[in-house]
Structure formats: C-alpha cells, structure tokens
C-alpha cells in the first residue's frame, strides 16, 4: 500500500485537480487535510490558528480602509489649500460685523491662505455679476452670496485676501442664520468666483432694478463698466432703482428723480392698489445717519457725475417701482437717441426670487441647470423695445 501511493502521487501524465493532487497528498503524510492547502494539517493548526487570532481578516481590512482615508484627506487637503483652485473650498477669516439694519449686516472676510493666486478676483471684475459659494458645514450646503466692490477709499480689497459681502439674515435660511451666530474671528469656508452674467462690450445703457440685496449686483455691474473697464468705449449710464421693505436698510437715501405718482402694493408678490401721491424725502435724522450701503452709492455716484442715478423705494413708506416708473424710464431713454442709438441697452433684475418674478418672470430649470425662462411679470406687460433684459 505504500509503494502504490509512492508511484501515484508524483502522477505526470494524467492530469489531476489541485484539488485531488492535494487530497492525495495529505493521505500520503497520514493526517487530515483541512481546506484545500496541504500546510494545513494537524500538526501545524495551533500555529495556524494563533497567527489567525493575531490578525483577523477584518482587522486587515479596517486597517487598510483607515489608511486609505487618511491619504485622501492628506491629498484632499492639499488641494483645498491651492488658493488659485475656485472649485474647492478654503479657508477665511471673519474678520469684522458691521450691521447695516435690524437684520442685514456687511460681512469682511480676510483670506487665512497666501496671497498667490487670489488675482482671479480681479478677472471676476472685468467680466461682470459674479459670486462665490459659502458653506455651512454642519449640514454640509453652500449657497452663493455676491462680493460687493471696493469702496473709492479702499481701491483694491481682494490684492490682501479680502471680500466683503452683504447679508441678510433669513428666518429660514440655513447658511445665513449660521452666519450672522458666528463670532469675530470664526473661521468661513468659500469657493468661486462663479460668474453668472458677462456684461457684453458695447453696452451705453443700464437701467438696474434691485430688491433688498440685490443691491450687491448693481454695485458689482458699476464697479464693472467705470472701473475694471475703464477706458474701454464711452463710458455707459447707470440708473439704479433700489427697493427694499423698511427705510433702515437704505436710511439717508434720496432719490435722484421725484416721482410725482406710484403705486402701492403690500409686498412683492401682491398686485398693485391704490394710487397715492409721493415724494422720497428722508428726514434730516435720516441724512445724518446715512447706511453703509447708502454712503457706497453716494461715493459712487461722485465718482461718476452724470452717469449714475439712484432712485429709493420703500414698502412701508407706500413707495414701490410701479409700471409709471418704469415707462417714465424706458421713454426718457428714447429721447436720448445720440447714447441710445450707438450701443446696447440692458434692463437688469436682481433680488429675491419673489421680486425677480414679480418684474420679469421666474427663471427655469432645463437639463439640471437654472436658465433664464420667458420673459414675464411687469416688463413683459410694457414697451421695452430696444432693451435685453437679464435675470439674476
């Protein structure tokens, strides 16, 4: 028996599974296989068996797993510190509140990385309304918010890694509630810029109609046209028709033009009513205690005499952009045929969603992304002929 099992387990020419040929085997060395592996035997097991309880396979695997993700967030951090990558988040300081109302304050946030790359700002400038998004790191969302330019007193913000930023805080809004809670020194996340409108060349007329924040994007289209682009073309006229809720977020504002009739309504998503007679004066208190964005408007209406105008409009002093306002406008452009006749006219609507639609239609979704929509609310119901108009 033995001498047969010696001439058979060497078998070459007839093919046998590893499975049988390791079968054989064990029989062969008298002890009993385990699994398919001939080391695994009755002599060995103990050994076998505590290298096993040394390192189970799911100690392996945890280990491997944890090492995997340690070197991702290594890379991943990596890549989140190039300051020249707008598509990752990086770090900012919070470095100053300055409250504007009972419920909007201007942000200052100074950039915790180098300098390098941070000129992508100023290509943001040149092209037109552009914004970044900050993040809200507990539910893991961002939303975007508007940089607003540099004041005349302070040219050039962004060359030592600042923006600024005016928000309101919404009851319902996850991001702005966070941040109007974080103290002076919290640290914020952003990324961008992301442009959402390239202002074409050629443009010699704005008419801009803003809602509450929407204010941030006129700004930043003034900012465009009189600085960034500077002595490119005639330099085009800006009129500004700025609407908020309650006279604080625009205290010590006076209108450029008197209008003589309006419309009230009861918020912007209402219809109009009754007719009243009007005149945006604010008091001497209010001339003396100008807002923060009042007194940017004002030093850029300096800046550019005779080309910005800025209108002021507030729902509980029953003052609203009515259809008399905006064909007052538009028909006054008309009569302007020597800057009308050489260029482009846009109407711009900026604002809430609420007002956006109220004045030129809700915005669509197609493939995923958000695009224009048709043309509807007020604008669409007046002669606008000679005019593109752009929601933002």
């Known amino acids: 028996m033995f001498k047969q099992m010696l001439t058979f387990r060497p078998v070459k020419h007839k093919k046998i599974g590893i499975h049988r040929l390791l079968g054989y085997s064990a029989r062969f060395q008298k002890v009993k296989p385990i699994g398919q592996f001939p080391f695994l035997n009755a002599r060995n097991l103990s050994t ?26 290594w890379v991943q951090q990596v890549k989140d510190a190039s300051p020249s990558d707008p598509a990752t988040f990086k770090p900012y300081i919070l470095e100053l509140k300055e409250p504007v ?36 790191p507990q539910l893991q969302i961002a939303r975007a918010y ?16 600042k923006l600024s930023f005016l928000i309101r805080q919404d009851p319902k809004g996850e991001v702005s509630g966070y941040l109007h809670k974080l103290p002076q020194g919290a640290t914020i996340d952003l990324r961008g810029p992301h442009v959402e ?69 009861n918020g912007w998503r209402n219809i109009f009513a009754s007719k009243v007679e009007n005149s945006i004066k604010p008091t001497a208190n209010e001339q003396s205690n100008s807002s923060p964005m009042v007194l940017r408007l004002d030093s850029l209406k300096k800046s550019q005499t005779d080309l910005i105008s800025v209108d002021y409009f507030v729902d509980e002093e029953q003052t609203t952009i009515s259809e008399i306002v905006l064909k007052g406008i538009l028909q006054s452009s008309i009569a302007t045929v020597e800057r009308s006749s050489i260029g482009r006219k846009l109407i711009l609507v900026s604002g809430p969603d609420g007002f956006v639609k109220h004045f030129a239609g809700s915005k ?18 007046i002669d606008h002929s000679g005019w593109e108009i752009w929601k933002l």
Not at 48 to 73: D, E, K
Not at 101 to 109: K, N, P
Not at 364 to 381: I, R
């Open 146 to 161: 508007t940089p607003l330019p540099p004041s005349q007193d302070d040219k050039e913000p962004w060359t030592n890694g």
């Open 197 to 265: 409108y390239q202002i074409p060349d050629g443009v010699t007329e704005i008419l801009f109609v803003a809602g509450g924040t929407g204010i941030a994007p006129a700004l930043q289209v003034a900012h465009t046209l009189y600085n960034a682009r500077r002595g490119r073309g005639v330099a085009p006229k800006m009129h500004i028709l700025w609407a908020n809720r309650r006279r604080e977020d625009c205290e010590g504002g006076v209108s450029d033009t008197v209008f003589k009739s309006s419309y009230t309504f």
């Open 48 to 73: 076998i068996q505590v290298a096993r309880r040394g390192w189970p396979s799911y100690v392996l695997v945890f280990a491997f797993g944890f090492l995997g993700s340690v070197g991702f967030g």
């Open 364 to 381: 669509a979704w197609q493939n995923g992304k958000e695009v224009q929509g048709p043309l509807g609310g007020l604008l669409s119901q």
């Open 101 to 136: 109302s009972s419920t909007s304050s201007i942000f200052i946030l100074s950039s915790k990385l180098e300098l390098a790359g941070l000129g992508r700002y100023d290509k943001a400038w040149q092209k037109g309304v552009w914004s970044v998004q900050i993040k809200q």
